[in-house]
């Protein structure tokens, strides 16, 4: 029906940038909500920062100022840009879109960052 597919992942140095991207194909007509969440080891998954189809933003407090969410709804494509990261950052982060009806993930995409 629905997959969402990640990108941009990997290892970075505490105060650099990382662009995330998650691409959604599939029997899609309208998406509500794109957001991004990350799970640490032995920490709970948390919502990282969301957009709404109407261009609404939340982020969650560790990462305002330094993460940005936007989307491309030609391209059912959500991202977040990175910058400025700190360890504390470092975990599995998922993508999430939110359908009438439906919600689903992307596969995780590991973030690693090194001071």
């Known amino acids: 029906q629905v997959q969402l597919v990640e990108s941009g992942g990997g290892l970075v140095q505490a105060g650099g940038s990382l662009r995330l991207s998650c691409a959604a194909s599939?029997?899609?007509?309208?998406?509500?909500?794109m957001g991004w969440y990350r799970q640490a080891p032995g920490k709970q998954r948390e919502s990282v920062a969301v957009?709404?189809?109407?261009?609404?933003?939340n982020y969650a407090d560790s990462v305002k100022g330094r993460f940005t969410i936007s989307r491309d709804n030609a391209k059912n494509t959500v991202y977040l840009q990175m910058n400025s990261l700190k360890p504390e950052d470092t975990a599995v982060y998922y993508c999430?879109?939110?359908?009438?009806?439906?919600?689903?993930w992307g596969q995780g995409t590991q973030v690693t960052v090194s001071s």
């Open positions: 999430n879109i939110k359908l009438p009806g439906a919600g689903y």
């Open positions: 599939g029997s899609i007509f309208n998406i509500n909500i």
């Open positions: 957009i709404s189809s109407g261009g609404r933003l």
